[in-house]
């Protein structure tokens, strides 16, 4: 895994754990897209992701193309994992937000649990947040094994071979 702390000097114990568990099961999620194993699949995909703390944010946590920012406090499972989401979102040039759009997938119905904020502000128009926590729920199995849930599992099934392939030939 190719994990960067930007100030290596605030991030507890529990923090950095949390970081680190949150890569093993994204990389466990993409391996059977790719031939490799023990963490390559993670590092093929994403290259060095940096983590960095603001507590100017004005959310939780957010990505962007040179890394993810939290504040401090906010390092949750899966919220680390839905901004993981995000940053391989940004990687693709936001191809699969545009197909979820395109394929009028709502990942509102199917989950296991609450979430975090698109599914309280229920009637935003946001495909990068929708796709960010489809991306969440599909890696850590909190798709429900239901009609709804199902779908969504087939569209990441149908739609992770590619994008997986693609952001392994952009550059880290
Ligand atoms: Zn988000």
Redesign the pocket.
Known sequence: MSIIYDQPEIWNVADTATIWMASEIVDVALEPYTDLRGGGAFSAVFGSVRFRFNNGLK?W?H?NSSGIIFLRGYVILPLVI??LG?RFNIKLKLRPQKQLWKDKIDPRKGSLWGG???RTMADGNEP??WF??LFADWAMQMLARNAEGDKLRAWMDEHMPAWVAAAMEVAA
Do not use: G, S, V
């Open positions: 959310t946590a990505a839905h901004e995000h975090f904020h698109t990068d947040e960010a926590n």
